[in-house]
C-alpha cells in the first residue's frame, strides 16, 4: 500500500544549472522505476533572496525539461505556521536555546583562541563551530536580551538532544557520503555544532523546514546532492525529537565543472536558460548529466 514518495527541493535563489537538472532528472526516474510519485517542493523560506520571478523560471526549466509532478506544490514559504509548531516544542522541551552572538563576536572569539595557540573546530563544510557558552545563559538573562530586543537565532542544544534522542542514531544510504560511506550509515549531528533552528523573523531553518516537510508530504526516498550528505545527521536528530518517520536516503554525485568544482548558482554556472538559448535539446542535457 505504501506507494514510495520522491521529491526535488529547490531553492528559487538563482537558475537552475546542470546539477539541479541532474537531480531533478534522477528522482523523477527512481520515482517511475519504483512505481512511485515524484513531488516539486519550493524552498523559499529565504524571502529576501528566493522571489516569485526566479520560481516561475525555474518551472518553465523544469517543464522544458519534461518533467511534471503531482500537484499541489508545496512552497514553504506559506507554511511558516507548521514551522512554528515543531520549534514551540522543541522550546518547550528546552532542547533550543536563544543564541545572540553576532558573527564579529564569533570570529573575535576564535581569533582570540587562536592567538592563544589553541584549536577551534570546523563542521564538515569547513565553516567554524558556534562557540559554546550560551549553553548554559540563565534563563532571566536569556529574558531580558530577548526583551531588550536583541537579534538572536534558536540554536539546537545538541549535546542535551543527543542525551535523550541520540541512541542508536543511524540512517539507510543507497547512495554515498564524500568517502564512499553507504548502507548504515551512523549520524554523528555534533559534527556541526549546536546548528541553527530558527531566527528571529523566520521560525525556520534549512534543517528544521526540510525534516517537517519531508514527513508532511509524505516522503519516502531522498534523493539529493552529495554535499548533504552529512547534514542528514542533523535531520535524524530533529526527526527523531519530533517523532517523524525516517526515510531512506540516496545521495547522489555532484557535477562539477573543468576544474573539478561543484557547480554553483552565484557563479552562474552553466545555467540551463542560457544552454536552452545556446540551442541545446533536454535530450542534450540528459546526455551531459549522464541519463
Ligand atoms: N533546497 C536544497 C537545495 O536547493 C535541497 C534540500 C534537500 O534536497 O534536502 O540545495
Given at each position: ?171 539507510d544510504e543507497s547512495g554515498a557520503g564524500p568517502e564512499g560511506e553507504t548502507g548504515r550509515i551512523a549520524a554523528d549531528p555534533a559534527r556541526w555544532g549546536d546548528v541553527v533552528i530558527a ?93
Amino acid at each position: 500500500m505504501n506507494r514510495p514518495v520522491f521529491r526535488f527541493a529547490p531553492s528559487p535563489n538563482g537558475l537552475l544549472h546542470l546539477g539541479h537538472a541532474y537531480s531533478a532528472l534522477l528522482n523523477a526516474r527512481m520515482a517511475g522505476e519504483n512505481g512511485g510519485c515524484f513531488l516539486l517542493r519550493i524552498e523559499d523560506i529565504d524571502t529576501a533572496r528566493c522571489t516569485p520571478e526566479l520560481e516561475k523560471r525555474m518551472i518553465d526549466d523544469l517543464h522544458w525539461l519534461g518533467l511534471s509532478w503531482e500537484e499541489p506544490v508545496r512552497r514553504q514559504s506559506q507554511h511558516f505556521a507548521d514551522y512554528q509548531t515543531a520549534l514551540d516544542v522543541l522550546i518547550e522541551a528546552g532542547l533550543v536555546y536563544p543564541a545572540f552572538m553576532s558573527r564579529g563576536e564569533v570570529r573575535a572569539r576564535i581569533e582570540e583562541r587562536m592567538g592563544e595557540g589553541g584549536e577551534w573546530p570546523h563542521d564538515p563544510d569547513g565553516v567554524p563551530l558556534y562557540p559554546e557558552d550560551e549553553r548554559t545563559m540563565s534563563q532571566s538573562e536569556r529574558r531580558r536580551r530577548i526583551a531588550d530586543g536583541e537579534p538572536f537565532a534558536w540554536r539546537l542544544d545538541v549535546p542535551r538532544a543527543m542525551i535523550r534522542y541520540g541512541r542508536n542514531l543511524f540512517w539507510d544510504e543507497s547512495g554515498a557520503g564524500p568517502e564512499g560511506e553507504t548502507g548504515r550509515i551512523a549520524a554523528d549531528p555534533a559534527r556541526w555544532g549546536d546548528v541553527v533552528i530558527a531566527r528571529k523573523e523566520t521560525p525556520t531553518s534549512y534543517h528544521l523546514s526540510v525534516v517537517i516537510d519531508d514527513a508532511l508530504q509524505g516522503i519516502t526516498h531522498v534523493v539529493r546532492g552529495r554535499d548533504l550528505f552529512h547534514a542528514t545527521a542533523v535531520h535524524r536528530l530533529l526527526q527523531e525529537i519530533l517523532g517523524l518517520p525516517v526515510p531512506l536516503y540516496h545521495h547522489h554525485d555532484l557535477i562539477v565543472d573543468e576544474h573539478g568544482r561543484k557547480l554553483s548558482k552565484s557563479r552562474g554556472d552553466t545555467a540551463l536558460a542560457a544552454l536552452r538559448q545556446a540551442g541545446l535539446q533536454p535530450e542534450d542535457i540528459r546526455r551531459q548529466v549522464g541519463l
